[in-house]
């Protein structure tokens, strides 16, 4: 069954400190999305991308977040400058149309 | 503003007995509903997608109502199996937008043997 992969499973990182999760969609999707979920709180919607460009943000998409598909396979979230409530796992799913989101595994964001 | 509530107290029953979930929304009428099962440590898995215009789903021992008169889908796992035990999420559509499917805080299930 196709699956979306990311990587890494986990990162730590320092406060203020860069980083770029990656995922790699299922091949015939065409929708892809970036969802986090702090430690015992609900998944939360952060942007959808379609046709090379963002169609959805959420509030918490603020400046310190970009997203990229910097060739025909991956799909990457950057966070230029984290902070200490960045802190969570975060998912990035695809779709072939807008019915039923394939998630991947998830990275483990951890912010010290 | 929009609302998606699911029961946040764990739903414990008997292997072997039917399961029902409730999610139910406010001040909004979504396209369609989703259903999704999410392990602990794990992403959310897709279970089964219901449009406005219908009003039951099925998918082997999963069924899903939706009414949206009441602002409510029931999600039932018949015949419960310990490998049932999960947090199940509802998921809509939010306002006219089809790029953003927004989670309930989900339900955690626990089936005993």
């Known amino acids: 069954e196709p699956e979306v992969t990311q990587t890494p499973s986990h990162q730590v990182t320092q406060m203020g400190q860069e980083v770029i999760l990656r995922c790699v969609p299922i091949?015939?999707?065409?929708?892809f999305y970036w969802y986090r979920q702090i430690l015992g709180q609900k998944v939360e919607f952060l942007v959808s991308?379609?046709?090379?460009?963002?169609?959805?943000k959420s509030e918490i998409f603020d400046d310190q977040f970009s997203v990229e598909r910097p060739d025909g396979s991956n799909f990457t979230l950057k966070i230029r400058s984290t902070k200490l409530e960045d802190s969570a796992m975060y998912f990035c799913?695809?779709?072939?149309?807008?019915?039923?989101?394939?998630f991947g595994s998830g990275t483990r964001l951890t912010v010290v | 503003s929009q609302k998606i509530e699911q029961n946040s107290e764990a739903l414990n029953i008997q292997e072997g007995k039917t399961a029902t979930l409730t999610c139910n929304y406010t001040?909004?009428?979504?396209?369609?509903l989703q259903w999704y099962r999410q392990d602990p440590g794990r992403g959310p898995v897709f279970l089964l997608l219901?449009?406005?215009?219908?009003k039951e789903k099925r998918k082997e021992r999963l069924k899903v109502t939706f009414d949206t008169t009441l602002k409510q889908s029931l999600f039932h796992i018949t015949a419960s199996q310990p490998a049932d035990s999960a947090t199940y999420l509802c998921?809509?559509?939010?306002?006219?937008?089809?790029?953003?499917?927004?989670f309930g805080s989900g339900t955690r299930l626990l089936v005993r043997p």
């Open positions: 799913a695809s779709s072939e149309s807008t019915d039923g989101y394939t």
């Open positions: 091949s015939n999707h065409l929708y």
């Open positions: 991308f379609y046709n090379n460009e963002i169609s959805e």
């Open positions: 001040n909004y009428s979504p396209a369609y």
């Open positions: 219901i449009r406005e215009n219908e």
């Open positions: 998921a809509l559509d939010w306002m006219d937008s089809s790029y953003k499917l927004i």
